[in-house]
Nanobody
Framework: QVQLVESGGGLVQPGGSLSLSCVTSESIFSTYHVGWYRQAPGKQRELVAA???????NYADSVRGRFTISRDNAKNTVYLRMNSLKPEDTAVYYC???????????????WGQGTQVTVSS
């Protein structure tokens, strides 16, 4: 069973930055795509950034230009750098490694436990 562990969440002021990390227990990036999802209270979970097994990246319109997803194969880690944070970015952020990533979930893969990001003054 592959395990994913997220870290890096916290409280930040609007306009601030945070970096999230997702460490996997096995080397899976050549097989699985990895996505960062978020879910705010009362809202549907949404995919905000993804990196494919080949290294291609994709972003939701709401975060494009502000968030950057990257990975370090040697460290089995995927990162999400979040700049110019807005209150509407407040959510629990989840890392998902899956065979297929959809707008709301990953299929045939694994989830991390989530990390809270709160953007507030």
């Amino acid at each position: 069973q592959v395990q994913l562990v997220e870290s890096g969440g916290g409280l930040v002021q609007p306009g601030g930055s945070l970096s999230l990390s997702c460490v996997t227990s096995e080397s899976i990036f050549s097989t699985y795509h990895v996505g960062w999802y978020r879910q705010a209270p009362g809202k549907q979970r949404e995919l905000v950034a993804a990196i494919s097994s080949s290294g291609a990246t994709n972003y939701a319109d709401s975060v494009r230009g502000r968030f950057t997803i990257s990975r370090d194969n040697a460290k089995n880690t995927v990162y999400l750098r979040m700049n110019s944070l807005k209150p509407e970015d407040t959510a629990v952020y989840y890392c998902n490694a899956a065979v297929v990533l959809t707008a709301t979930t990953g299929i045939g893969g694994y989830w991390g436990q989530g990390t809270q990001v709160t953007v507030s003054s």
